[in-house]
Nanobody, 123 residues
Framework: VQLQAYGGGLVQAGGSLTLRCTVS????????VGWFRQAPGKDRELVAT????????FYGDSVKDRFTLSRDNNGNTVTLQMNNLKPEDTAVYYC?????????????????WGQGTLVTVSS
């Protein structure tokens, strides 16, 4: 299984960024994908996760109403649209995956990880 993360960069507070995660080597319909982030000195935390049919989405409290997660099952891609970014959103963002359809939110329950991509929000 390979997860490839794209996007990230430097943006001013109030701006937007889009992160994408492309998955290969797995049956995508049976695969749960989520975005997580880790700031310096902090634990990795869930940003958002989405089920195969996009029926179920879960967002971390700090990003609700600002971030939107979508899934393209034909392209094996999960996209995180981040709007109204704040300096506290600064972190390395990781896409994580696991086989199965059950929605889980702990990073400890995700077996596969892409490389991180840095998001920096300046004030």
């Amino acid at each position: 299984v390979q997860l490839q993360a794209y996007g990230g960069g430097l943006v001013q507070a109030g701006g937007s960024l889009t992160l994408r995660c492309t998955v290969s080597g797995v049956t995508f319909r049976d695969y749960l994908v989520g975005w997580f982030r880790q700031a310096p000195g902090k634990d990795r935390e869930l940003v958002a996760t989405i089920s195969w049919g996009s029926k179920n989405r879960f967002y971390g409290d700090s990003v609700k109403d600002r971030f939107t997660l979508s899934r393209d099952n034909n392209g094996n891609t999960v996209t995180l649209q981040m709007n109204n970014l704040k300096p506290e959103d600064t972190a390395v963002y990781y896409c994580g995956g696991r086989t199965g359809v059950m929605m889980v939110t702990s990073p400890l329950q995700y077996a596969d990880w892409g490389q991180g991509t840095l998001v920096t929000v300046s004030s």
